[in-house]
């Protein structure tokens, strides 16, 4: 077991030598401490981390530094220790009159109940709860508001060692020599007696850390008492660590958890308190005190240099070679060979984890290439080329030649028993054994060779070419023209390689098509390597890793400087076991390839929540409703990240916001909310925290007056309704009807009006036949008429006839006036077959006028016969009637007569009532029917359309 033991020691103490390597984060006074000076770091239940220094104690919650000094009622600012216990509360020691802890952070400070003692408690403890100040000498415990004294007065040649919380023992007492411990019951009986000299006699710390176990510590030992079976375990750090001895060896409660730290070390004690999980601290940051947080992460404490911070997953990567340009790391002949700017070339050696020279050179290195054909490695820089063979380096030194640079290769390839080289204007074909060149082809912007299924291809700044029969061409794909600035082609299978782009991505390609792989947009791909199933990419924005599944190229993750990376702009990664040996603009890291990052997010709460800069809390979450009113929230975190990216907050105020909303500030504020009950809920990764608050209505704004406001107003409005209803339906009705009597009388009225009319017509055509003696013609005229007069009397009582009706009256009348005119009048009728003549209506009276004016006063001024066509057609569900003649036309007739017709405007009254009825749907309208001859004539249109 010693043997094992000791072996890991040996390790541990190989791996200190490169550990100095590691990231650290270091927080000094220019982050917000008040001084460089730092005694130790503590964490409280919530996760805050506490920082004891010279100039006063620091609240961090990965974000903001709080410091309590004097100004905040501390007794002096020089604070050694703090102590977080269960319930909360920090205490915190130092040489003062007055000591105490701070709550809710609020100070609170007490003095000895022995006016003007000074505390000196170099030994201070804290079980549970109870905590309790130390010396050498002295004991003191909180009663009340004072500190008071606990142990017992010295007794001859014995002294007590300190009182304990403890059912069974009451404290430790000693010789004045030092040379054994004697443990005391409630009763001051000796329980046990045991030798304890080179402890006492070299006594670092000591105190009781649980309710259970004492310990002390020395500069080569650490003792724990257990309070219950009374038996001592021993132990030494050259054991258990490694180291002989060690500086500031204290031991620690830390999150349920004993923790040994000293200057060089921190480590965890198991439950047989054996060292574990042993960190050695490295030379270079000089710590004191050191300890593991909660998620697992460093944190070392100096006395001139801050503060400094090691993230967990940080601790399981190498680091190498820091702030160096590292241009590429390959596979040399299975060699780790890493190229870095102006220094040369270093081999990476996996049993001790560490970079050493291989070939030191401090100029520009180009690359380093391992031609299998020729069994060598070559080595290529700005000014040689270095290749080595059977052990030994030849070095080609072109500083002396004209030119003063390498011009002969940058990257070298075998191909067809030739070795090819590229430089800024093309390629050269050398010689393999002299190394001589036998011949260059010009092409500018050649970015990197690659040999590939006995194919020569080139990567330039305008896409892809093959070199083949000592020609260039390009490689014209199926699918899409190509034409990116490549970087630089991987093989990925035995039938598709990676093309790699600045700024345009990566492509697949099998030299036929070509495809962008998904989520490599636009980024710049400095190499790539594949290994089984994964990709990687090293890109200017991290490392990205893809798994090939089932043909499909799946997007995994993306390595940045938060998961350990010395910087985003990665120029070579490299696949080495589990570990990924990546290359930076800063240096290189080893890191595990399932690296898991811990999250460092370790709570979420609001800083401050304010209603109208009235505070909010459980106790006060009640206020009374404010115009204009303005709630402020303020969310912080606990969060030790040292990635810089904005944290993004979803959040909802419920209940006048159901969905999540987004913000990247921790300040969020509403304005003017009416009264309610609200929850203002805020989440972040996994953790969600929400507070309430209630803002009560004014007396105007309570329910039960809404309530009895919305009842009062809606009677008013189905009152008030309800009366203009009633008397806009009695006017309605009213003026319908009205309107309806109205539209009867005129007309009647016109009616009326056209009776006369025809009688007076007719009667002075049976009086021309009279005064002509034309007795027989006379008679057969009145007998018409008065067959006619019978008949029109008996239609005008009707609003409407059938349109057989009306035509036979049409007939009748016209046969009258063909017998007044003598023959000189001819008329006809042109009839649709689709017409229903029994059941198709039409006002009554209305087309006998304006037959009656085409007679008069067409055909009457007319010196030749006259015709007179009546034609009814049907249109859908309208009747559409014209009345045509050829008579003299309308505007001769209005030049001999100056008199206005009065039939046309009795017409045109008539049909505006009759529009108006509701019933029937009128146009009328006139014009010339023979517009090319002398005689126009006239036509008039009726259309009528029923309303049913």
């Known amino acids: 077991m010693k043997y094992i033991k000791l072996h890991s020691t040996i390790i541990g103490l190989l791996l200190w030598s490169f550990c100095f390597s590691q990231q650290f984060t270091n927080y000094t006074t220019k982050d917000g401490l008040p001084s460089n000076l730092v005694y130790k770091i503590a964490q409280d239940k919530e996760g805050f981390l506490w920082f004891a220094t010279d100039k006063g104690l620091v609240k961090y919650n990965g974000n903001t530094m709080k410091t309590f000094t004097t100004k905040d009622s501390l007794a002096t600012n020089d604070i050694w220790g703090i102590y977080p216990a269960p319930d909360g509360k920090i205490w915190y020691v130092a040489k003062a009159s007055k000591l105490g802890y701070i709550e809710h952070d609020t100070i609170f400070s007490f003095e000895s109940d022995l006016k003007g003692e000074i505390f000196n408690p170099l030994f201070s403890s804290l ?166 947080d909660k998620s697992g992460s460093i944190w070392l404490t100096t006395f001139t240099d801050g503060i400094y911070y090691l993230p967990k997953e940080k601790q399981d990567i190498i680091y190498g070679l820091e702030n160096q340009k590292i241009t590429g790391v390959n596979y040399i002949d299975n060699k780790i060979i890493v190229d870095v700017f102006n220094k040369g070339f270093y081999q990476y050696n996996n049993s001790n984890k560490s970079f050493v020279p291989y070939l030191l050179n401090n100029e520009h290195v180009f690359s380093a290439a391992y031609i299998k054909e020729l069994t060598t490695e070559y080595y290529l820089s700005k000014t040689k080329i270095s290749a080595f063979k059977n052990n030994k380096f030849s070095v080609t030194d072109y500083a002396n030649t004209i030119s003063k640079v390498n011009e002969i290769a940058r990257q070298l390839v075998y191909y067809d028993k030739h070795l090819y080289g590229n430089n800024s204007i093309g390629i050269n074909k050398l010689n393999t054994n002299s190394f001589s060149l036998e011949k260059h082809y010009y092409q500018p912007g050649i970015n990197q060779l690659l040999v590939y299924n006995s194919k020569f291809l080139l990567a330039t700044s305008n896409g892809l070419l093959e070199f083949k029969n000592e020609k260039f061409r390009s490689i014209d794909f199926k699918n899409q023209d190509f034409n990116k600035p490549t970087l630089n082609i991987t093989i990925l299978t035995d039938t598709e390689i990676l093309i790699n782009t600045d700024g345009f991505g990566t492509y697949i390609s099998d030299l036929e098509r070509i495809n962008l792989l998904p989520n490599s947009e636009f980024l710049i791909v400095n190499s790539a390597i594949v290994d089984g199933s994964s990709v990687y990419l090293a890109t200017e924005s991290g490392v990205y890793k893809y798994q090939i599944e089932n043909g499909n190229y799946c997007f995994i993750k993306q390595l940045t400087t938060s998961d350990g990376l010395p910087s985003n702009n990665v120029n070579s990664v490299l696949k080495s076991g589990n570990k990924l040996i990546v290359g930076t603009n800063r240096g290189v890291a080893v890191i595990p390839e399932d690296l898991k990052k811990t999250s460092q997010l370790l709570n979420v709460y609001f800083e401050s929540v304010t209603y109208n800069q009235q505070s909010i809390s459980s106790v006060n979450s009640v206020f009374n409703y404010e115009n204009n009113n303005d709630v402020n929230i303020v969310i912080s975190t606990l969060d030790y990240s040292v990635d810089d990216s904005d944290l993004l907050y979803n959040y909802k105020l419920e209940p006048i916001q159901k969905a999540w909303n987004t913000s990247h500030s921790n300040e969020i504020n509403f304005n003017d909310l009416q009264p309610g009950v609200y929850t203002f809920s805020v989440s972040l990764d996994t953790i969600e925290r929400e507070v309430r608050f209630t803002i009560k209505p004014l007396w105007w704004q309570t329910l039960w007056f809404k309530i009895f406001a919305v009842i009062a107003s809606v009677i008013v409005v189905y009152l008030i309704s309800r009366y203009i209803s009633k008397r806009a339906a009695f006017k309605k009705h009213q003026k319908l009807f009205e309107d309806k009597r109205l539209s009867e009388l005129q007309l009647k009225a016109l009616r009326s009006q056209m009776n006369p009319h025809f009688v007076f017509n007719s009667l002075s055509a049976i009086q021309y036949f009279i005064n002509s003696n034309d007795y027989e013609t006379s008679e057969h005229y009145l007998v018409k008429f008065s067959k006619l007069i019978r008949q029109f009397f008996e239609l005008s009582k009707e609003n409407d006839i059938t349109i057989k009706d009306e035509i036979t009256l049409l007939k009748n009348y016209l046969e009258i006036e063909k017998l007044r005119f003598r023959e000189k009048l001819s008329f006809d009728f042109d009839i649709d077959e689709q017409l229903n003549l029994e059941t198709s209506k039409m006002p009554t009276m209305l087309l006998q006028p304006i037959v009656e004016n085409a007679i008069n006063h067409g055909i009457f001024n007319k010196e030749e016969n006259g015709l007179v066509l009546i034609r009814f057609v049907k249109d859908e569900d309208k009747i559409k009637i014209e009345i045509i003649d050829d008579g003299v036309g309308f505007a001769k007739t209005m030049q001999r007569s100056k008199n206005k017709i009065k039939s046309s405007h009795v017409l045109k009254d008539r049909l505006y009532f009759l529009n108006q009825s509701g019933k029937w749907q009128i146009e009328y309208n006139e014009e010339e029917a023979f517009s090319d001859k002398e005689d126009k004539g006239n036509k008039a249109t009726f259309i009528i359309q029923e309303i049913k």
């Open 127 to 292: 079980v549970g709860n109870d905590f309790s100040l130390s010396s050498s000498t002295k004991f003191h415990s909180l009663k009340g508001d004072k500190w008071q004294r606990v142990n017992k007065a010295l007794e001859e040649d014995k002294i007590i060692i300190t009182p304990l919380l403890h059912p069974n023992v009451s404290g430790f007492q000693t010789t004045e020599n030092l040379d054994s411990i004697e443990v005391l019951g409630h009763s001051n009986q000796v329980l046990k007696r045991f030798p304890f000299t080179k402890v006492l006699n070299n006594m670092g710390v000591r105190g009781q850390i649980a309710d259970s176990l004492f310990y002390w510590a020395t500069d080569s030992h650490y003792t724990f008492f257990n309070l219950n079976t009374l038996k001592i375990q021993k132990r030494n750090l050259k054991d258990e660590i490694g180291i002989d001895k060690s500086k500031f060896v204290r031991i620690n409660v830390v999150n349920d958890q004993l923790q040994i730290t000293g200057k060089g070390f921190v480590s965890v004690l198991n439950k047989e308190l054996h060292a574990t999980n042993t960190y050695y601290i490295p030379e270079d940051i000089n710590a004191h005190f050191g300890f593991y």
